[in-house]
Nanobody, 124 residues
Framework: EVQLQASGGGLVQPGGSLRLSCVAS????????IGWFRQAPGKEREGVSY????????EYADSVKGRFTMSSDHAKNTVYLQIDNLKPEDTAVYFC?????????????????WGQGTQVTVSS
């Protein structure tokens, strides 16, 4: 069974940091690009970053460049999203997803597997 288990969300003050984790199982991790998406209340789900199957390439949406850092640990089948200098507009449910596309961009359509999401709330 394919599973993507996201965790690490929480309530953080503006300027704070969080590290989200996504543990993958049920598929060959080394063959998949893993992405992070987020969905704020009343808004469409948007892509924020993805990392190549080798872990050697990361891409970020313009809105998060410089504050979000994605990494992977292939020994643990896990990807991470370090979020620094959190802003209220980062409040959303964050989802991880997997695709075999090597350069998927931030198109939700090409991601085959999705996790359940973890809530990030930025508020003072």
């Amino acid at each position: 069974e394919v599973q993507l288990q996201a965790s690490g969300g929480g309530l953080v003050q503006p300027g704070g940091s969080l590290r989200l984790s996504c543990v993958a199982s049920g598929f060959r991790f080394d063959d998949y690009t893993i992405g992070w998406f987020r969905q704020a209340p009343g808004k469409e789900r948007e892509g924020v970053s993805y990392i190549s199957s080798s872990g050697g390439r990361t891409e970020y949406a313009d809105s998060v460049k410089g504050r979000f850092t994605m990494s992977s640990d292939h020994a643990k089948n896990t990807v991470y999203l370090q979020i620094d200098n959190l802003k209220p507009e980062d409040t959303a449910v964050y989802f991880c997803a997997a695709t075999q596309w090597r350069h998927p961009g931030f198109s939700r359509r090409v991601f085959d597997y999705w996790g359940q999401g973890t809530q990030v709330t930025v508020s003072s």
